[in-house]
């Protein structure tokens, strides 16, 4: 089976850039989205198709997708932005999608 | 604005089954898929599969193979999610979340979650 690799943590202060990786075999050549989830609550789709953001999302949040690594970057981290991320991607063989094991972003 | 609204939580016992509707609005049912997804207490997100509501086709993850339905009904545009056999580890939220594809798929609004409990 696919497997998509996050690290558990990323830690950040207020204002620098945060970024979390997303490896997988050739996952460059497969679009990848992320989701941001916050303690109880729904995930929230933040980017998808390796670097659009959806309506009302902040151009704080980039993404980009190359080679065997899926970053998703936050520039001028926030305290709102503390939050779980997953990457996700699709498996067109299967037509069924593969989540990363998520990583937990803390901003202090 | 595109909604989707998930049944209340739910307690079982080991061995029976549960069905979590989800019911949606804001846009046209038809044109989206419809994907399950889990995440037991504390754990990561888990996919379980997906349903094409205009044609009914469904694709499951097979570690549930066997356990799980997804249906449709379009006259009230509602998603279900049946698992049957269930266990203790099956104790999770299971959400509903429009999936959208156009080169790949991604999960575009999602539901609050139904937490399903699976206690003797």
């Known amino acids: 089976s696919y497997d998509l690799t996050q690290p558990p943590s990323v830690s950040v202060s207020p204002g620098q850039t945060a970024s979390i990786s997303c490896s997988g075999d050739?996952?460059?050549?497969?679009?990848v989205c992320w989701y941001q989830q916050k303690p109880g609550q729904s995930p929230v789709l933040v980017i998808y198709?390796?670097?659009k953001r959806p309506s009302g999302i902040p151009e704080r949040f980039s993404g980009t997708n190359s080679g065997n690594t899926a970053t998703l970057t936050i520039s001028g981290t926030q305290t709102v932005d503390e939050a779980d991320y997953y990457c996700?991607?699709?498996?067109?063989?299967?037509?069924?999608?593969?989540f990363g094991g998520g990583t937990k972003l803390t901003v202090l | 604005q595109v909604q989707l609204e998930q049944s209340g939580a739910e307690v079982k016992k080991p061995g029976a089954s549960v069905k979590v509707s989800c019911k949606t609005s804001g846009y046209t049912f038809t044109t989206y898929g419809i994907s399950w997804v889990r995440q037991a207490p504390g754990q990561r997100l888990e996919w379980m599969g997906w349903i094409n509501p205009k044609n009914g086709n469904t694709h499951y993850v097979q570690n549930f193979q066997g356990r799980v339905t997804m249906t449709t009904d379009t006259s009230t545009t509602t998603a279900y999610l049946e698992l049957r056999n269930l266990r203790s580890d099956d104790t999770a939220f299971y959400y509903c979340?429009?999936?959208?594809?156009?080169?790949?798929?991604?999960?575009?609004?999602w539901g609050r979650g139904t937490l399903v409990t699976v206690s003797s």
């Open positions: 050739k996952l460059g050549y497969e679009y």
């Open positions: 996700q991607t699709w498996d067109t063989k299967s037509e069924l999608g593969i």
């Open positions: 198709q390796d670097r």
């Open positions: 979340a429009r999936l959208f594809c156009a080169g790949g798929c991604f999960d575009d609004s």
